[in-house]
C-alpha cells in the first residue's frame, strides 16, 4: 500500500488510543467513525481499515516524557517503585525508564523525589508513549 501511496493515517493521542468509540479524520480528510470492543487499545502502527485501494493506520502522537537512566536492577526497582508512587505509567527499555509529564516542571519534582536514590540523569524527550502493559498504577 505504502507503494501505491495509499495509506492514510489517523493521528490519536494515548488516552484518546483507549477509547472505544470515536470520530476522526485521516491525514487524507477521510471521515473515520471506530467502534471497538470494550477494553480495546489502539497501538501506533494498527490498520483499523483495509481494501483494494487503500489502508487506514493509527499514529499515536509523540508526548512529552521524563527519562531517567539507571545503571543496575537494584536501581532500577528502586526508581520505579518511587515513580510508581507517582502513580504514572512507564515503558521501560534498556537502561531508561520513560513516564509521560505534562510540564518541564515535573521533571524537577521527580529529580527532588528520587534524590536520595543518587545523582541520577533525568531528562526530558518527546517518544510515542506506550506504557508497559504489566507496569500500570494508576488510579
Known sequence: MA???AVEKIVVTRLESERARMRKST???T????MLPPGSK????????LSDRMMIMIEIE???VGVVRVGD???AVLVGHAI???HRPIKVEGDRIY???QSDDEVSMVKRQLAPLGDLDVTIDAIVFEPEAAARHEH
Open 62 to 64: 509523540q508526548e512529552k
Open 31 to 34: 471521515d473515520v467513525a471506530l
Open 3 to 5: 507503494a501505491k501511496n
Open 42 to 49: 489502539l497501538r501506533h502502527g494498527d490498520v483499523v481499515a
Open 27 to 29: 491525514d487524507r480528510e
Open 99 to 101: 513516564f509521560p509529564i
Open 73 to 75: 536492577s537494584r536501581l
Open 84 to 86: 510508581g508512587n507517582l
